[in-house]
């Protein structure tokens, strides 16, 4: 699989740029992928639930609490980036604060999107979105070219897309809820609900 220099590499060739030996490389190609690498897997990872970055954890409940509106605080795990559910009923009430999350359960347990810094670990498409997405930042500062930028712009969109896709469909769908947004599109008229009238 891609390293991470073969990933910058990536990118730098869809810009027209020379290749570098690695991210400490002292030249503006290899500084720039240096300062936006990190920033830019993160975000992508961020960006969906890959199924290669999910992770199960049950959360260790903290020794102090918030200070109001909620009883407990749970750690993050130092790898989180992106809850993607919790294992708290319906209408449970939960927020994210800084490294905790607060909510009036006891326990509590989570998926979510990991931190994977290991490249080894990477799904193809994913590295093939990812190396759009350097090529994409680095396109002004290497190029100073508006139209590459869009281009590569473009390219992102196009990869992240089809990698998303085809993410999505190794496994059965998550169920999805009612939110209380749609809830809260029914009326109390009497003694039942019914949907609003439009």
Known sequence: MASEVDICNLALTKLGEEPIISLTADSKAGRLCNLHYALARDDTLRSHPWNFAVGRESLALSTTSP??????QFALPTDFLRVI???LLRGAVWKVEGKFILTDSATLKIRYVKRITDTEQF??????????R???ELAIPLTDTRTLQEQMFNLFNAKISEARTVDAGEG???QIEASTWLDSRHVYRG????????
């Open 67 to 72: 200070a109001y509106d909620f009883s407990n």
């Open 85 to 87: 559910s919790t294992d």
């Open 123 to 132: 799904d193809a498409l994913f590295v093939q979105a990812l190396a759009a």
């Open 134 to 136: 350097i090529a994409w």
């Open 172 to 174: 059965t769908p998550d």
């Open 191 to 198: 003694s039942t609900w019914s949907p609003d009238q439009v």
